[in-house]
């Protein structure tokens, strides 16, 4: 990003950077306090903390801590919505999980009674290191979401109920647009996200399948928020649509699109809106999965019973970055995300997760309490909990 830090003229204590903001929340909600007295009252607080060092406190604050301290006062809100700020929280976000049946309903437990039936509907995230799952309370205007499609650097695109359009959230801010559906009435679909780090846009993917079994390919943009057609990649390249879902990376959406056996990748670019072929550096096995590392795109394949290699695809070339040697048989563990340091597989057949570290090459096992079924693990996403929004700059 190219803005720099923003510069006000409030300035903080160090130690009671939550606490205070805590008060405050507080005060607002039980007077008639202006942001101006606000305001006053922050700088009232002991000693100072300037702005830019402020603002390195504030990028180690979990999303949901940030987004109420944007309603204290006017400064803290410039600053946290600024561009350079969002950009650098989403840099070190937390990753979590989110699987197609995230949305849930229950009702509000009181210890009054409640002149009509309430519900709550949340969105379910699942910690990655941890197993654990923990709920996002959504506006009640959002009771109808039947299925999540796709998730792109923290937003998330899910269909409503009953041909009700779609919807992108980012479920941390609670932020929400609705946007029309495409073309209708076809079982063999796909959705996927695609990002553009040079203009900030976003565009929405959707692949659809005919009876003649050739694919068509539309794409909405969420500035204009408004379908157009482009023509669709070869049938014969492309294998069944919804076998796996398609992965953002360098301003482009890369499929696997066979299940077995494949020897290409194929790319939607970003700015041309063409699809072309990528070749492999080796054929694909079943569990074998592309992902996104460190912004780059990444295949990730099982070279043996005990071997997974870690391929990036750099202009235009593949290098193998990493080698995962184990004593055992490790052909079940299918990749779901990966960062610089560490790769997420889930174990076929079980709700666990495994941790793979790139420094010390050891394998990590977790429990993951947040489903009942182990049919939940083969869908699952993952998801940054940032401050991104569409209309980010």
């Known amino acids: 990003m190219r803005d720099r830090w923003p510069r006000g003229k409030k300035w903080l204590k160090l130690a009671s950077v939550e606490t205070i903001a805590l008060e405050q929340l507080k005060q607002s909600t039980t ?32 999303t949901e801590t940030l987004c109420g301290l944007r309603c204290v006062c006017k400064s803290l809100l410039n600053m946290i919505n600024s561009p350079t700020f969002v950009e650098a929280h989403f840099r070190q976000s937390e990753t ?14 009181s210890p009054f009674p409640l002149l009509s039936d309430k519900s709550e509907c949340y969105f379910q995230f699942w910690d990655i290191h941890s ?6 309370c959504m506006p009640d205007n959002l009771r109808n979401l039947k299925c999540i499609l796709a998730a792109c650097n923290g937003l ?7 041909n ?14 609705r946007v029309p559906l495409g073309t209708i009435g076809f079982v063999q679909e796909s959705y996927g996200f695609m990002f553009s780090h040079f203009t900030g846009d976003y565009k929405v993917v959707h692949l659809f399948q005919d009876k003649s079994r050739n694919i068509h390919c539309e794409i909405l943009n969420l500035t204009t928020r408004s379908w157009h057609a482009v023509d669709g990649p070869n049938s014969g390249e492309f294998g069944l649509i919804t076998t796996q879902r398609c992965v953002s990376a360098v301003a482009a959406l890369y499929w696997l699109p066979q299940i077995n056996c494949c020897n290409h990748v194929v790319s939607l670019g970003f700015h041309d809106e063409k699809f072309l072929t990528v070749p492999l550096p080796i054929s694909s096995t079943a569990n074998d999965r592309l992902v996104e ?23 235009g070339n593949w290098l193998k970055r990493y080698s995962i040697n184990r004593l055992y048989d490790i052909t079940g563990f299918v990749p779901l995300c990966a960062s610089t340091k560490e790769i997420f597989f889930r174990r076929e057949g079980y709700p666990l997760l495994h941790i793979y570290k790139f420094e010390t090459e050891e394998m990590q096992e977790v429990n993951f309490e947040g489903t009942k079924r182990i049919g939940d693990v083969q869908f699952c996403m993952p998801h940054v909990k940032s401050l991104v929004s569409w209309d980010s700059p």
């Open 164 to 177: 009700g359009g779609l919807v992108v959230i980012n479920p941390s801010i609670r932020n929400h647009i």
């Open 156 to 162: 998330v695109l899910a269909k409503i109920r009953k």
């Open 131 to 136: 197993g654990k799952g923990h709920k996002v």
């Open 96 to 109: 979590v999980l989110i699987t197609e049946n995230s949305f849930h309903e229950e009702n509000i437990r």
């Open 293 to 315: 590392i460190g912004g780059s795109l990444s295949f990730i394949t099982h070279a043996s019973m005990n071997l997974i290699q870690v391929w990036i695809l750099k202009s």
């Open 31 to 62: 007077s008639r306090e202006t942001k101006e007295e606000m305001d006053d009252n922050l700088e009232t607080k002991g000693s100072w903390l300037p702005d830019d060092l402020l603002c390195k406190v504030f990028l180690l604050l979990p």
